[in-house]
């Protein structure tokens, strides 16, 4: 007849309340060790992620509860270390069915392993440890580890297995999603450092032009720009016309539309804003409000390229980086020579080396190759506004 199994107590539910909310928090890590050491009466208890790339186990990850974190030097000069015989097993374990162990039944270690080992956590002022754990990959797994007190040689029993696994189901899950949070975290780390490093502006906003969130180029852009900027967390144009065109804009590709608008006239520095629909997906996940993701530029504000890495993605000298930049910013070959101090027909010879060099026969070719290349790209800074001509 199966054994019947004890409902929850309110300890466990607090128990398992605090170990998925170490999915969002993992300084509860320490709550949860400190609860499973005192309710079973142990010295310590630490989780970790441990790889077996290697013959000896490496620590990845480590959390311990409050007294193992006090004592953590001691330990881990021994017993979280090679020198402890458990750190040379791959994983060989009692119950491969259950993944609990223990270091009495590690059939792979000798009797001189195992004297080593209760000396060794005795000078850790540790008894002898058990433990559950699960692969992660084939490389690693993760393990829950428990330490009686010093002078308790007793070996994991019945109940204290009973209770792993009914923990076990609920530990994998947490740290399921841990790692799936954790591996979305470094994701989400990774595309704000490319679009913080890209020179195109970007920022979100829904219907009412209330924004979300944008980029440093583009908090700089509507910081400084006579044509759109931000009062009180709105989006706003420089009038009530643009407003109104804003919105529609933003509106339309709310609803899947993507479209492009001009604000401000040829000349005076004006801004294009194309309007791209967000992942506005159904669901428990879903915004509060459409969002939509605006990318906008200052086509008259001259593009900076960086002539060194111009010198290294063509293999170009000193002196025809920087004509190639002159030119990709719109400057004409005489403008570049008079300001450079040297003739117009040294600056052509450069010129038509750079035309060998590049694979190009023609200035807008050499212009365009240059724009579409990363020198163009990746500074994460604004072109200053074209200053106006001066009034004769």
């Known amino acids: 007849m199966a054994r019947t199994r004890l409902p929850m107590t309110h300890s466990d539910s ?4 605090d170990l998925y909310g170490s999915v969002e928090h993992e300084a509860r890590w320490q709550v949860v060790l400190d609860t499973l050491r ?21 620590q990845v990850w480590t959390a311990r509860d409050s ?11 021994w017993a979280n270390s090679g020198a402890n015989p458990r750190f040379h097993r791959q994983r060989a374990l009692r119950h491969p069915d259950t993944g ?4 009495f039944q590690s059939l792979d270690h000798s009797e001189n392993e195992h004297r080593a080992m209760r000396e060794g956590l005795a000078r850790c002022g540790l008894g002898p440890a058990f433990w559950v754990d699960f692969g992660l990959s084939p490389n690693s797994h993760f393990s829950l580890v428990f330490h009686r007190k010093p002078g308790d040689d007793r070996d994991v029993n019945a109940g204290e297995v009973e209770f792993l696994q009914q923990l076990q189901p609920h530990l994998s899950q947490a740290v399921s999603l841990w790692l799936k949070t954790s591996e979305n975290a470094a994701r989400v780390r990774t595309l704000e450092q490319a679009i913080s490093a890209t020179d195109l502006a970007m920022t979100s906003c829904d219907r009412t032009l209330r924004m979300a969130w944008s980029n440093p180029v583009a908090e700089t852009l509507l910081a400084y720009n006579r044509h759109l900027g931000v009062r009180n967390g709105m989006l706003t144009a420089h009038n009530a016309q643009a407003n109104a065109a804003l919105k529609a804009l933003v509106a339309d590709a709310a609803t899947g539309h993507a479209d492009v608008l001009a604000l401000g006239s040829p000349g005076d520095d004006p801004l294009h804003v194309r309007a791209v629909s967000g992942a506005n997906q159904a669901g428990i996940g879903a915004a509060a409000r459409d969002e939509v993701l605006l990318l906008i530029a200052a086509p008259e504000r001259r593009v900076q390229i ?3 890495a111009l010198a290294r993605l063509f293999r170009l000298t000193g002196a025809e980086a920087q004509l190639a930049a002159a030119l990709a910013a719109g400057d ?43 020198s163009a790209q990746g500074n994460g800074t604004l072109p200053p506004a074209p200053v106006p001509p001066r009034p004769n």
């Open 67 to 77: 007294v193992s974190l006090r004592h953590a030097a001691i330990h881990d000069s």
């Open 100 to 103: 609990i162990g223990s270091d």
């Open 14 to 17: 607090s128990l398992l309340l």
């Open 332 to 374: 004409t070959v005489s403008e570049y020579a008079a300001r450079r101090g040297i003739t117009t027909g040294t600056a052509r010879i450069q010129l038509k080396q750079l035309f060998g060099k590049t694979g190009t026969g023609r200035q807008a070719d050499l212009v365009r190759l240059i724009l579409h290349s990363l």
């Open 38 to 58: 005192d309710r079973m009466g142990l010295e310590s208890v630490v989780a970790q992620v441990l790889s077996s790339a290697r013959s000896c186990l490496q």
């Open 306 to 308: 960086v002539p060194s």
